[in-house]
């Protein structure tokens, strides 16, 4: 049995774990190899890709720097929290604001100093990220379109450090970017329906706040059109193998999920939404296994 103070630490530990969100670190870590080895870097061996120290560092920073922004995100958001997420907001209380400040400044410094081995260039990257973020943070996300639209930037800003290591510019790369960009801005706009009530509490200029729950469901199907763009050309002009079937899905979820946008009007719905996106996208992230079933296996020779 644990005690006490053993179990209060394991609290903290989760706490600290739910401010950072774990899981979306270690997704995104796995989606930046994943791209490397499957659609960045397809010619090289296996081993070469998996095992560079060099994007070793560059996936290892980018894992800290995203969970300094967490922690950020968190420290600004504490008083919106208790009204949109009071259960979650209540365990991430459990680790102090002065704590989550200094681990905020530690992980942001790791993050630079571990980029310093790969290049000055990376340093310059990654100090840019970890002010895009903080700005985000402080100011920008209360404004309403610009606030939606730089999240998604900084969202998928970890493959663009990837993506120019390896310095591939195919357009097949472009128009998974754009799609996936796409995906993340629709769930940046659903968390604006979903948050009303504590957004509103906080001063926060959203589209749904100045322009109504109607203008924004007319911009998130709007979106959910565009979407459909990148999934066909991506089924239709572009080799990603079996892959195909992941998009040919999404093209029917997204005209179903425009239909259950318009007969939402609970924070449920919203929510729900919201979750189903995020399952498409990392369901997206084991997909890019389908790009070619064999290739693992051929390249590890």
């Known amino acids: 049995m644990f005690s006490r103070k053993n179990r ?39 081993r070469k890709v998996v095992f560079d120290f060099n994007l070793f560092i560059i996936v290892f920073s980018s894992a800290l720097v995203i969970a300094s922004g967490y922690i950020i995100n968190n420290f600004y958001d504490a008083e919106k929290d208790l009204i949109n997420k009071p259960r979650k907001s209540m365990l991430d209380r459990l680790v102090s604001q002065q704590f989550k400040l200094i681990t905020y400044f530690v992980l942001n410094f ?77 769930r940046e706009m659903l968390k604006d329906l979903e948050n009303i009530a504590g957004d ?16 924004s469901k007319i911009c998130i199907s709007l979106l959910f059109l565009f979407t459909l763009i990148p999934a066909f050309l991506l089924t239709e002009y572009f080799d990603v193998g079996y892959m195909h079937f992941y998009f040919l899905v999404c093209i029917g979820l997204l005209v179903l999920l425009v239909v259950m946008l318009w007969r939402a ?21 084991f997909s890019i296994l389908l790009i070619d079933i064999d290739l693992v296996l051929n390249r590890i020779l």
């Not at 290049?119 to 610009?146: N, P």
């Open 8 to 46: 209060l630490l394991l609290l903290k530990l989760l706490s600290l774990f739910s401010v950072v969100r774990g899981y979306n670190v270690l997704m995104i870590a796995l989606a930046q190899y994943l791209a490397a080895v499957y659609i960045l870097a397809p010619e090289l061996p296996l």
């Open 110 to 186: 790791l993050a630079t100093f571990a980029a310093s081995y790969v290049s000055f260039k990376a340093v310059l990257f990654f100090s840019a990220y970890v002010f895009g973020i903080w700005f985000y943070s402080h100011k920008l996300k209360k404004i309403a379109f610009i606030g939606n639209f730089v999240s998604a930037t900084l969202a998928i800003t970890p493959f663009f450090a990837v993506f120019v290591y390896y310095k591939n510019f195919d357009t097949v790369i472009f128009v998974h970017a754009i799609f996936l960009f796409l995906l993340i801005l629709i």
């Open 200 to 215: 509103m509490a906080q001063n926060y200029k959203t589209i749904p706040i100045l322009y109504g729950q109607r203008f």
């Open 265 to 285: 009007n609970t924070k449920l719905h919203y929510v729900g939404l919201h979750n189903i996106i995020k399952f498409i996208i990392i369901v997206g992230v």
